[in-house]
Every structure is written in C-alpha cells, then in structure tokens.
Nanobody, 121 residues
Framework: VQLQASGGGLVQPGSSLRLSCTTS????????IGWFRQAPGKEREGIGC????????SVSDSVKGRFAISRDNAKNTVYLQMNSLKPEDTAVYYC???????????????WGQGTQVTVSS
C-alpha cells in the first residue's frame, strides 16, 4: 500500500495549486482519502476527505470555499484543488487512507510522503 502526495511548490498569495495523491496497492474505490497539512510548529490539521465509495467530499471550515477534493479512480488518484491561497496555507500537505471521513489524524494510515506548499510574495 502506497500513497504519494505531489504538486506542491512556491506560489504567490491568491494563486492556485492542484495537489495529487497517487495511490497503489489497494482498491481506491473501497476507501476514504483524507488530506491533512502540517505547518512548522503546529499539529497536523485535517482539511478534507473524499469517500471513494460514493464520491462524497467534506472540507474543513478553514478552507471551505477555496479548496475542493476530487478523484480519478481510473488513475487511482485523488486531487486537492487549492484556490485563493493565503500565506497561512503554507504547510506540508499529506494524504492518508482511511475507512471513514474524519479530520482526525489517527483515523488514517498509511500516509504518503508529503509535499511542501509555500505561499509567499
């Protein structure tokens, strides 16, 4: 079982990025994928999830209206579209596998290697 987050980078405030979570070794249709982020000196924060059994998504209030989660099951990939990025979105972003949507880190695992997103002018 492997997950790999990618697509991060250095962008200016107000920009957009799309992160990918590429999965392998399991049937994505049967699981939930959660997106989390961790800023320096802060705890890992759950920001959203997608239930691949029915396609339902959920995002946290901190990113609602700016971030969206989607999937391409044919590519075994889940996406995190991030718009109107702010400096406070700067963090390492991770994706993890779970059995139900949650913003609680221990509900997910294994985790993919994270990808750095830096929002700065």
């Amino acid at each position: 079982v492997q997950l790999q987050a990618s697509g991060g980078g250095l962008v200016q405030p107000g920009s957009s990025l799309r992160l990918s979570c590429t999965t392998s070794g399991f049937t994505l249709d049967y699981y939930v994928i959660g997106w989390f982020r961790q800023a320096p000196g802060k705890e890992r924060e759950g920001i959203g999830c997608i239930n691949n059994r029915d396609g339902r998504t959920s995002v946290s209030d901190s990113v609602k209206g700016r971030f969206a989660i989607s999937r391409d099951n044919a590519k075994n990939t889940v996406y995190l579209q991030m718009n109107s990025l702010k400096p406070e979105d700067t963090a390492v972003y991770y994706c993890g596998r779970g059995n139900f949507c949650s913003y609680n880190g221990p509900d997910f695992g294994p985790w993919g290697q994270g990808t750095q997103v830096t929002v700065s002018s």
